[in-house]
Every structure is written in C-alpha cells, then in structure tokens.
C-alpha cells in the first residue's frame, strides 16, 4: 500500500511543501513569501493563518485531494530540548511553539499549522521531527567555563541525521555503528560529533557559536563583545541582529548569499576570497576539534548544505581535514524528502512515535 504524505517546511522567508505518494514526490512547492508581507505581522506566529492558506491554495491549485493525505510532518521549532525521533504534535508542544520556549523562528509555525490543516483530514495525524533543539550532547560538553552559562543544542538536526543515515545506507552499515562529524554549511553553520547515532557534542548554530556563516557572527571575543554592549550607543536587539542576521558575510561583505560570494571570489575580488577562506578555515577547525572529541575515531567526515556545492569552500576544508577520515560531499539539503521518509516510516510501523512530554524532555 503506497501511503500519501504531506511535508511543511517553513522558513524565514518562504515556504517549502511536498506531497509523496510513497516515496515518489507528486508534488513540490516553495511559496515565496515577500518581505513587504511579512512586515504586517509584529510576531512571527502571527503569520499561521497567512502561510497556512498559502500552503491550501498552492494544493487546491494543484489539484491535490488532502483528504487523501494519512500524515503530515513538518519541520520542528524551538521547543525544550527534547531526544531525537519523530513526535505527534500534543497541545503541550502546540502550546510552546506559540509561546517561543526557546525564541521565535519560522519553524515554530510547521507543528501549529500541520496540526490545522490534519483536523480537517479524518484519520490524518500530524508530526515533527528531528527539531533543531534535538539533544543528545554528553554531559562534559554543557559546561562552558561559568555557571551562569551553558551550552546548548540547536542544530540543523534534521538534516544531519537524514544525512548520517543515508551515508550508512550507502556504506552497508546502522547508523549507530558509526563516528562521523558532519558539517552543515548553509545561511547558519553547525558541525556535530556523531558517535554511534547521538550528537555528543555540536555548536549551537542559531546565535551562540562555532564558523561564522553567511549571515551569522559564530563565535566572538568575550570580552570585546561585553565592553561594546556597555558603551551605551547600542541597544540588545542590535547586538543581536549583529550575531544573527548581520553577521558573517553580511558583515563583511555586505550580502547574505553564499553563491554571490563565491563568484566574487573567482571573478579575483581578493577581499571576498579572503573572507570565503577564513570561514573555511573555521569550518576545518571546528571540525578538527570534534575530531578530539571522538578521540580520532573518525569513520568519515561529511560536508553538506548548500555552501558544500562551492568547489573552493570544499578543497580549502579537505586541505585541512582529510588526514584525519575521507571526506563525503551531499551537496544541499533535502529536509522535505527527509521530513517523508520519517513520516513513511511511521505509517509503516517501522517506528514508533513519540509524546511531546517530560519523559522525552532533556533536562
């Protein structure tokens, strides 16, 4: 029996859609969604009714029969940290992504309006999975060096695990017999340490650490960042747009998109070159530190994420990295085809979904 499944994915500008009809895509969507748009709404959960009666007209448009759809999965928000898997969508869950338990992002909005769009369904369940605030970091790896601080895990999770367990697939092994650290390179950056199917350690890729990234500053100076923000002349929400939003690229050059740069950098703009070579250089250091982390067990080290497409980008990490495990390239991200395959596996009854409670919270 060939399942239909509905996968939401919302981003901070757009959203991406599918439809499968087992593992077959009958359909595929991004809905660009113009900033001029998004500036009526003061929160971004204020945007549920609008991206939800995009996402039905794109279906209806496209002759597509929801009733007949079994799931829907859609990316997971900032919620409490919480063990990797797939996760019915609860009133609890549905009440923190309203809420923002951890900040508001784009993503919150996939759970409440896949859980909308499922009750007009019968029999239709909605899910999450993999959210990025999966976390399995061991315990060495919270401390930071003060008390009043602590590390966190908010990472592209989805696309680190489809990835791990296509690269296991591939090499005729389960993903938790493996080492591997995996880089996703996108507008945000996160490098994890995968030791046999948990992220024992990863940087958190939203506003705290790691490479800067298109868009975002990683990791800065303490004790530089403290004496900016008591000079009086800027304000919180500026010091944060400047870790998130204005960082990196940005920064520097400017402009948030990874492909400009790259051209800039081949066109001989030595400054560019410069810049897309430091970020690299970040990239192969972090990734050497979490190559300690696995004591040097290291089956493979996999680059993925739209920045794995730029050639330049990709020699300058293997220059640096290549000596301590191959380096395997899945150019971009697939976290549509990812959010089916774990909704199919469900329907399946290949896995077992999980409750948004306290027994799967990471405390």
Known sequence: MLHTI????????????????????????????????????????????????????ELTHSHIDILKVEAIVARGGLLKPI????????????????EGSLGEHASNLGGLIADEIAKQIPNCKAYIADPVVVDEMQDVARFTGHPKFKRLSIFHALNHKATAR?????????????????????????????????????????????????ERSGTLPSGALAKMCFKGNITLDEVKKMITGEGGYMAYLNTNDAY???????????????????????????????AAVLKGEVDAIILTGGISHNPMVVEYIKSMVSFVAPVVIYPGEDELHALIWNGLLVLKGQIKPKEYNESYMVK
């Open 83 to 98: 063990q990797s898997g797939v996760y019915r969508i609860n009133e609890q869950m549905k009440k923190d992504l309203q």
């Open 260 to 290: 400009e740069v790259e051209l800039m950098a081949q066109d001989g703009d030595e400054n560019a070159r410069l810049i897309q070579d430091a970020m690299s250089y970040q990239i192969g250091k972090e990734i050497g530190a979490l």
């Open 6 to 57: 509905l996968a939401i994915n919302p981003g901070s500008t757009s959203t991406k859609i599918a439809v499968y009809l087992g593992s077959k895509p009958v359909f595929l969507k991004n809905i660009s969604h113009p900033a001029e748009e998004l500036k009526k709404f003061n929160r971004i959960t204020d945007q549920f009714a609008y991206r939800k009666e995009h996402i039905l007209k």
């Open 166 to 214: 296509a690269y296991a697939r591939l090499m005729n092994h389960n993903y938790d017999e493996l080492n591997l650290i995996i880089a996703h390179l996108g507008g945000g950056i996160s490098i994890g340490a995968h030791c046999k199917g948990q992220v024992i350690d990863v940087n958190q890729a939203l506003d705290g650490e790691g490479p800067f990234s298109p």
